[in-house]
């Protein structure tokens, strides 16, 4: 399970980075190809870079269903528990153990729908429009990332089961930088 601890950061991570440089390319060459240098101009503007625009939105597509799965993980990822909190224990447990394994259930169901959906869409010749790209590698997204996000929730389900504590994100809390001031002032 050691692979699975940080995927989603990597994935993320190289999916951002390289949605970065694809759009710093792009300006560039669009900035670069209104220069009226002769012979660069040229070169420049026969260079298509009309597939950024396409590519960058299908890495934030996969970098959003994989982040709610790194939202699950971590307890970054929206939840409505107001009324939950006001709960005497007993029920409160309850309710939250309800909530993780609907979220389960929920995400699992959309991953086995998304699959077969992709499974179907394998079979037909549509392609994105500019990176002509078969379309159920854009939409493989929705089965994989749904799917993560399922077991995710099922992690922490057996966790607040065993400890009864869920995963609490502390937004003040900036990883290294604590350590490092402690270890400073020593």
Known sequence: MK?????????????MGAATLVIFFAVLHRYASGFAIPGLQDWLLSIN?????ELTIFMFVWMAKFGAAYGVRTGIHVGVDVLVNRLNPQWRSKFILFSLLA???????????GANFVFELSHTSSTSEVLELPMWIVYLAIPLGSALMSFRFLQVALQFTRSGELPVHDHAHVEGLVEDAAEGRQ
Request: zero cysteines; glycine letters at 6%.
């Open 3 to 15: 692979i699975l601890d940080h995927l989603e950061e990597w994935l993320i991570a190289f999916l």
């Open 49 to 53: 870079t009309s597939w950024a625009q």
């Open 103 to 113: 979220g389960a259930s929920f995400t699992g169901i959309i991953a086995a729908l």
